[in-house]
């Protein structure tokens, strides 16, 4: 099948991003060492982990360590999470986010911890909340995206007059996951949802959910007419994807991406801190994998980083 994507950079803002592939913001993953290995296979807009906005406001260490950014990181966003206008417009406005023009709002996450605080998806059942948080964000001058879902349940759809009201609140791109709070990361797309707010806003529109091939990003854009693309579990198990679908050539394989994602983080972490934290990483890389089955036994067994690369040189 032939690959018909139309690549294309967006403007978000005073912003135009290298190409309409984005990376989505995954908590636990979209690190900046993972970030940049995306950017190098030709991601052309990345989010960072979601961090809390009142975390920032109380100077938490490890907040703050989900800031770290890069020279090669021109487009990218921080994502913020929170209910309060206050803190949400305080954490644009702190010098801790120096680094990033760009700050998305969660209004997505279903997870249940966040929503029963009334963060994430709740929001898009309080829609004057969620815009006014939006217009006090606009004023500290950050260029502010929103993320969110196609609604609550797949009953009642929501995003259609959401999108209306982010737009109207100064938002300067939406990102629409196509699932309901109810669909998790499983449940059905609803790309047409996606396809009338698209066709009704003026701000780019961006289509996220289950794109894990050339194939996927296809149809994503076909059905939905959406201005490009957020990949986010397909890059975990082949951040090739972004070399695939921006076109960008790359002599990378498999196993060089997950070495970069070591030597990246060797250069400011622990060795055995890496170490540990890569073993989510592998898990998603060694899917599919002859002989991955073994490898991630031993991994899960690994104190160092060589003893990982011993591992994987043997599979991959
Ligand atoms: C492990 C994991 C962590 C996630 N963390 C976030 C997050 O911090 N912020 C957010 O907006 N979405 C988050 N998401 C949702 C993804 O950005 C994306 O919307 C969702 O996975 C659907 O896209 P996909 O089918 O391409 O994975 C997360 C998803 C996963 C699987």
Same mark, same amino acid.
């Given at each position: 099948m032939k690959y018909t994507m139309k690549l294309k950079s967006l403007d978000?803002?005073?912003l135009t991003t290298t190409n309409n592939i984005f990376l989505a913001?995954?908590?636990?993953?979209?690190?900046? $060492?993972?970030?940049?290995?995306?950017?190098? &296979?030709?991601?052309? +807009?990345?989010?960072?982990?979601?961090? @809390?906005?009142?975390? *920032?406001?109380?100077n938490n260490e490890n907040t703050k360590e989900l800031l770290r950014t890069g020279e090669e990181e021109k487009c990218v966003a921080v994502q913020l999470f929170g209910r309060e206008p206050y803190y949400l417009r305080k954490a644009c406005e702190s010098e801790?986010?120096?680094?990033?023009?760009?700050?998305?709002?969660?209004?997505?996450?279903p997870v249940a911890k966040i929503y029963n605080n009334g963060e994430g998806s709740r929001l898009m059942q309080e829609p004057e909340l969620a815009g006014k948080i939006v217009e006090e964000?606009?004023?500290?001058?950050?260029?502010?995206?929103?993320?969110?879902? $196609?609604?609550?349940?797949?009953?009642?759809? &929501?995003?259609?007059? +959401?999108a209306q009201?982010?737009?109207? @609140?100064?938002?300067? *791109?939406?990102?629409?996951?196509?699932?309901?709070?109810?669909?998790?990361y499983s449940g059905k797309v609803f790309y047409n949802e996606i396809a009338k707010i698209k066709s009704s806003l003026s701000i780019p529109v961006i289509a996220n959910g289950g794109i894990f091939?050339?194939?996927?990003?296809?149809?994503?854009?076909?059905?939905?007419?959406?201005?490009?693309?957020?990949?986010?579990?397909?890059?975990?198990?082949?951040?090739?994807?972004?070399?695939?679908?921006?076109?960008?050539?790359?002599?990378?394989?498999?196993?060089?991406?997950i070495f970069y994602l070591i030597d990246k983080r060797l250069a400011y972490e622990k060795d055995q801190t890496v170490a540990h934290d890569l073993r989510k990483f592998a898990v998603q890389i060694l899917k599919?994998?002859?002989?991955?089955?073994?490898?991630?036994?031993?991994?899960?067994?690994?104190?160092?980083?060589?003893?990982?690369?011993d591992i994987l040189n043997g599979v991959l």
């Amino acid at each position: 099948m032939k690959y018909t994507m139309k690549l294309k950079s967006l403007d978000i803002g005073r912003l135009t991003t290298t190409n309409n592939i984005f990376l989505a913001p995954m908590a636990g993953y979209t690190d900046y $060492a993972f970030r940049s290995l995306c950017i190098k &296979l030709g991601a052309g +807009f990345t989010v960072t982990e979601m961090v @809390s906005a009142k975390g *920032l406001a109380y100077n938490n260490e490890n907040t703050k360590e989900l800031l770290r950014t890069g020279e090669e990181e021109k487009c990218v966003a921080v994502q913020l999470f929170g209910r309060e206008p206050y803190y949400l417009r305080k954490a644009c406005e702190s010098e801790d986010l120096k680094n990033f023009d760009v700050v998305d709002i969660n209004m997505g996450c279903p997870v249940a911890k966040i929503y029963n605080n009334g963060e994430g998806s709740r929001l898009m059942q309080e829609p004057e909340l969620a815009g006014k948080i939006v217009e006090e964000c606009v004023k500290s001058g950050k260029i502010i995206t929103v993320k969110f879902r $196609a609604g609550i349940t797949d009953e009642n759809l &929501l995003a259609y007059d +959401f999108a209306q009201r982010m737009e109207q @609140s100064g938002a300067s *791109l939406v990102t629409i996951h196509g699932r309901t709070r109810e669909g998790m990361y499983s449940g059905k797309v609803f790309y047409n949802e996606i396809a009338k707010i698209k066709s009704s806003l003026s701000i780019p529109v961006i289509a996220n959910g289950g794109i894990f091939s050339v194939e996927d990003a296809d149809y994503m854009m076909q059905e939905t007419g959406a201005d490009g693309v957020a990949i986010g579990r397909g890059a975990l198990s082949d951040p090739l994807l972004f070399s695939k679908l921006s076109q960008k050539q790359t002599d990378m394989s498999l196993k060089d991406s997950i070495f970069y994602l070591i030597d990246k983080r060797l250069a400011y972490e622990k060795d055995q801190t890496v170490a540990h934290d890569l073993r989510k990483f592998a898990v998603q890389i060694l899917k599919g994998v002859r002989g991955g089955k073994e490898a991630k036994l031993k991994i899960f067994q690994a104190e160092s980083t060589n003893e990982i690369k011993d591992i994987l040189n043997g599979v991959l």
